[in-house]
């Protein structure tokens, strides 16, 4: 028996996947230099396995969780947005405004894990 | 504080139920010893003044050699729960009875008039007929013969033959399922069946039974019982719909246990005219689930 998905779930996964396609994204990117798309990609995929850990936590499921799924989910977007004009212009702006909302997203994702990370049962 | 009062073990101490006990009984003016396996976090212990810890395992003859030590009463706590205690029933029934036969005898050694109080479950009855269209009468009373559907309510009916055959003054407490009112996750599957009879208790009740059974007059050599009481009476269904609804998730998203369990309603006029524990109705109990949600959830 398992439920619908529901909409933190659905923004923790939404945000899972654009993480992992920006870091696929990493390795064709033309413009920014080797070490700072390594970097990137670095940061990328530990956000994954972070996203991959919290989305199958119980009170993700709960209403409570979603102002922090949702602010994931929107730092996400912000992110694939800064991504698209990082493809398509690879000047040190397009880098900055990158990087700054993978920061934004990197926080939210942090806070998301901590105010979701449960310990115990509601009965024993 | 109250005024000094002897001193207590608790083993197990360093769990959810120990840590308040602990605390209750520190308040109440017992010294108090805890006795838990190292690697247990006993930070939240040590704001108590006077706590005495004791780091070892309740099959370890020097821990308990240690820990019984000028002990006028111990409240047994230390066992191996469910699903971990359906894993290796060996190692079940070596650390949930072993372990009590051993606390036993090193208590006898030590103090024998020290009283035991005993932490048993309402597992040991099994299948009491709440599940499905043939219901007994409810409520469940002790005097019900044991017949345990797992190994962890073999583990408890032993456990308690062995501190019923042993010299100490005892009580022996048979808990039903505690709601811990904290944000923590649902279980992987609900222990009972969705039209089942349940009646679980909110962990602050276990802790007041336990802490009152060390020192009630009445109580000694008694078995009781320690549930909710009537506010806590319903089916599983009702409780799960209730326990989601505060959490704010699906009713459907962990499954009903499927066939019997070792749930019901349990007779405890006697538990609570001698021990007065019953003082968290379940409202009350989601209630502090709430304040906990919107404090950990604040944005």
């Given at each position: 028996?398992?439920?619908?998905?529901?909409?933190?779930?659905?923004?923790v996964?939404?945000?899972?996947?654009?993480?992992?396609?920006?870091?696929?994204?990493?390795?064709?990117l033309?413009?920014?230099?080797?070490?700072?798309?390594?970097?990137?990609?670095?940061?990328?995929?530990r956000?994954?396995?972070?996203?991959?850990?919290?989305?199958?936590?119980?009170?993700i499921?709960?209403k409570?969780?979603?102002?922090?799924?949702?602010?994931?989910?929107?730092?996400?977007?912000?992110?694939?947005?800064?991504?698209?004009?990082?493809?398509?212009?690879?000047?040190?702006?397009?880098?900055?405004a990158?990087?700054?909302d993978?920061?934004?997203?990197?926080?939210?994702?942090?806070?998301?894990?901590?105010?979701?990370?449960m310990?115990?049962?509601?009965?024993? | 504080?109250?005024?000094?009062?002897?001193?207590?073990?608790?083993?197990?101490?360093?769990?959810?139920?120990?840590?308040?006990?602990?605390?209750?009984?520190?308040?109440?003016?017992?010294r108090?010893?805890?006795?838990?396996?190292?690697?247990?976090?006993f930070?939240?212990?040590?704001?108590?003044?006077?706590?005495?810890?004791?780091?070892?395992?309740?099959?370890?003859?020097d821990?308990l050699r240690q820990?019984?030590?000028?002990?006028?009463?111990?409240?047994?706590?230390?066992?191996?729960?469910?699903?971990?205690?359906?894993?290796?029933?060996?190692t079940?029934?070596?650390?949930?009875a072993g372990g009590?036969?051993?606390?036993?005898e090193?208590?006898?050694?030590?103090?024998?008039?020290?009283?035991?109080?005993?932490?048993?479950?309402?597992?040991?009855?099994g299948d009491?007929?709440?599940?499905?269209?043939?219901?007994?009468?409810?409520?469940?009373?002790v005097?019900?013969?044991?017949?345990?559907l797992d190994?962890?309510?073999?583990?408890k009916?032993?456990?308690?033959?062995?501190?019923?055959?042993?010299?100490?003054?005892?009580?022996?407490l048979r808990?039903?399922?505690?709601?811990?009112?904290e944000?923590?996750?649902?279980?992987?599957?609900?222990?009972?069946?969705?039209?089942?009879?349940?009646?679980?208790?909110?962990?602050?009740?276990?802790?007041?039974?336990?802490?009152?059974?060390?020192?009630?007059?009445?109580?000694q050599g008694?078995?009781?019982?320690?549930?909710g009481?009537?506010?806590?009476?319903?089916?599983?269904s009702?409780?799960v719909?209730?326990?989601?609804?505060?959490?704010?998730?699906?009713?459907?998203?962990?499954?009903?246990?499927d066939?019997?369990a070792?749930?019901?309603?349990?007779?405890?006029?006697?538990?609570?005219?001698?021990?007065?524990?019953?003082?968290?109705?379940?409202?009350?109990?989601?209630?502090m689930?709430?304040?906990a949600?919107?404090?950990?959830?604040?944005?």
């Open positions: 028996m398992t439920s619908a998905i529901t909409p933190g779930e659905e923004q996964l939404r945000a899972l996947d654009i993480c992992r396609r920006a870091a696929e994204a990493m390795t064709t033309g413009g920014p230099d080797e070490a700072w798309r390594s970097g990137t990609a670095e940061r990328l995929t956000l994954q396995g972070t996203l991959d850990q919290v989305k199958d936590r119980f009170i499921k709960s409570v969780c979603l102002p922090f799924t949702a602010r994931c989910a929107e730092r996400a977007t912000a992110l694939e947005v800064s991504l698209r004009a990082l493809g398509a212009d690879g000047s040190t702006g397009a880098m900055d990158f990087a700054g993978l920061d934004a997203l990197e926080k939210a994702v942090r806070t998301l894990d901590g105010r979701s990370d310990r115990g049962m509601a009965i024993t | 504080m109250s005024a000094p009062r002897g001193r207590v073990l608790i083993t197990g101490g360093a769990g959810s139920v120990g840590q308040g006990l602990a605390r209750v009984l520190a308040a109440e003016g017992y108090v010893r805890v006795l838990d396996l190292p690697q247990c976090d930070s939240p212990l040590e704001d108590i003044a006077g706590l005495d810890i004791v780091r070892g395992s309740i099959t370890d003859a821990a820990a019984a030590a000028g002990v006028d009463a111990a409240v047994h706590l230390a066992a191996l729960l469910p699903p971990a205690s359906e894993r290796d029933r060996e079940t029934m070596a650390v949930n009590t036969a051993q606390l036993v090193a208590l006898a050694r030590e103090n024998p008039r020290a009283r035991l109080v005993l932490s048993s479950s309402v597992c040991v009855y009491t007929g709440a599940h499905g269209a043939a219901d007994d009468d409810p409520p469940v009373r005097e019900r013969p044991t017949a345990p190994v962890y309510g073999e583990s009916v032993t456990a308690e033959d062995i501190v019923r055959q042993g010299p100490l003054p005892l009580v022996i808990i039903s399922g505690i709601l811990v009112p944000v923590l996750a649902f279980p992987e599957a609900w222990p009972f069946a969705a039209e089942q009879r349940i009646e679980f208790v909110c962990r602050d009740d276990v802790i007041g039974a336990l802490a009152a059974a060390v020192g009630a007059e009445g109580a008694k078995t009781l019982h320690v549930a009481g009537p506010t806590w009476r319903m089916r599983g009702d409780y719909e209730r326990l989601s609804e505060v959490f704010g998730v699906p009713a459907d998203m962990v499954p009903y246990r066939g019997p070792s749930f019901d309603w349990y007779d405890a006029e006697d538990a609570q005219a001698l021990l007065g524990y019953q003082r968290t109705p379940f409202d009350a109990a989601l209630a689930i709430e304040r949600l919107a404090e950990a959830f604040e944005t």
